[in-house]
């Protein structure tokens, strides 16, 4: 197969998209004059092939190279003052996010705390933090590893309290990347698990930004096509891969990050403290509760799920259908139907019920959401 094009956007930072566009990299931070990053990434990417071959052709270049690898699965205050650390100690001058959400969330905040000097969570944007961050960020670059979060041109990082796991949001438009060198061919050895998970992980964003009551036309627009690419692409991609389906899923990942400025709802509210409570991966605690989440929103919104449904490809666009729709779509992906199978039990219902009320995403969804009702659709999915 011919491998796409190369390309470069600005929207809403400068993004440089296309198989091989990582092998760039060298050369930008030698133009930007830079020659000591710390590329912060997690401790699984650290071992892949990949990452070896970014640290050869970086020391090739002359660049020398720092890692900071030592983050949690679900990242905590104490990884981001870790790679602080790490970022002084080794004299710096740049950071490098590499990998899906973990190690952009803890590479971006690691950029917030090198000239911000407060306790970490005084940023917290969820008590007016962003008001603080007024000092100049390191030179900041993210290099996606997964087709997810799209946390790669974002502007915030969600770090959770290392004893409570309470999640906490730091946001500030400095904080988004001066460059993207978004690569597929970086995600072609993804293990299908993972494409399945952080895959259903864009779709939930995409589907969720296009639910919220904010109005964002631009956003909204975005989403739909999103939407569309995902539905097109995120089975081949996990079960019979090319760079094709790598690449539309690369960019619909992205797209939903931009997407979901708009607000994301209650499905994020559902998956939020199944990461706190069980470490749950983050993608596949949005597929589980997807449908419950549809099912909830559908009443009142039937115009939206109608065009919803023709962007994913459903017969005549019907729009009730899609709960339904999502539940096939995951057991295709080979992941799980219920919250029971991902270690779930009839007592955590009532923990999950009150910190998913206490989250910061259901405020935008599309009606409002009670405690109860979140008892309710933890109980229907188990």
């Known amino acids: ?57 970086l020391e090739q270049a002359g660049i020398s190279v720092e890692v900071f690898s030592e983050v949690h699965k679900n990242p905590v205050k104490s990884d981001v003052l870790k790679g602080k ?6 004299d710096r001058d740049s950071i490098i996010g590499i990998g899906g959400g973990v190690g952009l969330d803890v590479a971006r905040a690691i950029a917030l705390s090198i000239n911000h000097h407060r306790d970490l969570f005084d940023y917290d944007d969820l008590i007016g933090g962003d008001q603080y961050v007024t000092e100049p960020i390191p030179h900041f670059v993210t290099i996606p590893t997964t087709a997810g979060t799209g946390s790669e041109v974002g502007r915030s990082a969600i770090i959770s309290e290392d004893e409570s796991k309470k999640k906490r949001i730091l946001f500030a438009p400095s904080l988004l990347a001066k460059i993207v060198f978004a690569d ?15 895959g259903m992980d864009a779709l939930t964003h995409n589907m969720e930004a296009y639910l919220s009551k904010n109005w964002h036309p631009m956003c909204s627009g975005i989403a739909l096509e999103g939407m569309q690419l995902i539905g097109k692409s995120l089975e081949k991609a996990t079960l019979h891969p090319d760079l094709e389906a790598r690449s539309d899923m690369l960019m619909a990942s992205m797209m939903g990050a931009v997407a979901f400025q708009k607000g994301l709802g209650v499905v994020h509210s559902l998956a939020h403290p199944l990461s706190s409570l069980l470490d749950t991966h983050h993608g596949l605690a949005n597929a589980v509760n997807l449908p419950q989440g549809l099912a909830f929103n559908y009443g009142g919104f039937e115009e939206k799920f109608e065009q919803m449904a023709l962007m994913l490809g459903l017969s005549k666009g019907d729009g009730s259908q899609l709960p339904v729709y999502i539940a096939s779509l995951n057991a295709r992906l080979g992941l799980p139907g219920n919250l029971s ?42």
């Open 85 to 90: 650390k790490r970022y002084q100690e080794s």
């Open 184 to 198: 597929p061919e970086l995600t072609m050895d993804l293990p299908a698990f993972v494409t399945a998970a952080t």
């Open 1 to 57: 197969m011919k491998s796409p094009q190369k390309y470069t956007f600005s929207f809403p930072t400068t993004i440089r998209f296309g198989a091989g566009v990582v092998a760039e990299l060298g050369d930008y931070l030698k133009d930007q004059h830079l020659t000591k990053p710390l590329l912060v990434t997690d401790p699984l990417v650290r071992e892949l092939d990949f990452f070896t071959k970014i640290i050869s052709r």
């Open 341 to 382: 199978s991902i270690g779930v039990q009839p007592s955590h219902i009532a923990t999950l019920s009150e910190l998913a009320f206490a989250d910061f995403c259901h405020p935008n969804n599309p009606k409002p959401v009670s405690q109860k009702d979140f008892e309710t659709m933890y109980t229907n999915a188990l």
